[in-house]
């Protein structure tokens, strides 16, 4: 099996590969056939952003908002599917929600905050985002490349966060690299290095547990309309107890120590306009939080685990 991983792994980062840059080689043919002077300032510009929404499903994007910019952001994540009983596929189970607020602080950076409840308990995090380099419509820069960043603080009372307590506990941490391409007017893709910590972890729980795991994210859109596209995700956790499992050990489905930090797949539609988006989607992933759906998944999407869900995203400009 994991020989298999390895070599599927490989397939697909040679794809992603070759979308990312595939037209690079192209333009530069036709480029020397041209005038120097065919190469206008407007042909420098960037590309129409790819991305509605700062987010897809359950990954950042590298849509960066401009100055004076406020975003307004709603996630819900509803119950299993295959939870057991009549909870209306999930709807009436146990749900996760978020709402934040991001900001165009200057040029290619933005910061933002928001309020996550994680089952019954309440996380409060602080954002931050920056655009290091913007793929452009003459393709002198074949690609957009982001940084985005928080820091997570877990409330209540301090007994939740263990006998020796200190106010780090509490805290958890989460980075993330962004390569992404605009193919062509419907198709974008992109390609994320993620990295979560945890000051505190539950190794009582997860003894196997370590307080900083790697993954990357696969991601793209597909429009098939003026205001519709196509979602797809797909995350591989690296150093997790759990990365490379692809089915429960137990067909009663009681998890081990090690079924912890589970890949994950979403599949969902984009409703989109110029000032907001709307995201309804199948996912793996549902606890909102990115370093907590990186370390602490827990749903196989092949054997049904699998959640509803919608983002909704409003932007203001002043």
């Known amino acids: ?105 200057f040029k290619n950076a933005q910061i933002g905050a928001g309020s996550t409840k994680v089952g019954s308990r309440i996380y409060t995090d602080i954002n931050y985002k920056y655009k290091l380099l913007t793929q452009t419509r003459s393709n002198s820069m074949p690609i957009a490349l982001t940084y985005y960043g928080n820091v997570e603080i877990g409330l209540g009372s301090d007994e939740l966060w263990g006998t020796d307590y200190a106010f780090t506990h509490r805290l958890s941490y989460f980075n993330q690299l962004i390569i992404s391409r605009k193919i062509s007017n ?81 599949i969902g539609l984009e409703f989109s306009t110029s000032s907001h988006a709307f995201h309804v989607f199948l996912t793996t992933y549902r606890n909102i939080s990115y370093q907590q759906n990186l370390s602490f998944n827990t749903n196989y999407f092949t054997d049904g685990a699998i959640l509803f869900g919608f983002n909704i995203t409003r932007n203001w400009n002043f």
């Not at 700062?54 to 939870?83: C, S, Y």
């Open 1 to 105: 099996m994991k020989s298999s991983f390895v070599k599927y792994s490989g397939y697909t980062l040679a794809l992603l590969a070759m979308l990312l840059f595939s037209g690079t080689a192209t333009w530069a043919q036709e480029a020397e056939t041209e005038e120097p002077e065919a190469t206008t300032e407007k042909d420098n510009k960037p590309v129409r952003s790819p991305w509605a929404a700062g987010m897809l499903i359950e990954t950042q994007t590298d849509l960066v908002w401009a100055p004076k910019t406020l975003e307004m952001v709603m996630q819900h994540r509803f119950g299993n599917l295959n939870n057991e009983g009549f909870d209306m596929a999930g709807i009436y189970g146990a749900s996760n929600i978020r709402i934040g607020f991001n900001y165009g602080l």
């Open 186 to 266: 419907n198709l974008s893709v992109m390609v994320a290095a993620n990295w979560a910590h945890f000051n505190q972890i539950d190794t009582a729980t997860w003894p196997n547990m370590t307080h900083s795991n790697f993954s990357l994210t696969f991601a793209g859109r597909y429009k098939i309309g003026s205001t519709t596209s196509i979602l797809v995700e797909y995350a591989q956790p690296l150093t997790t107890p759990g990365a490379l499992k692809w089915l429960p050990e137990d067909p009663a489905n009681n998890l081990s120590q090690d079924e912890v930090g589970l890949r994950n797949l979403s």
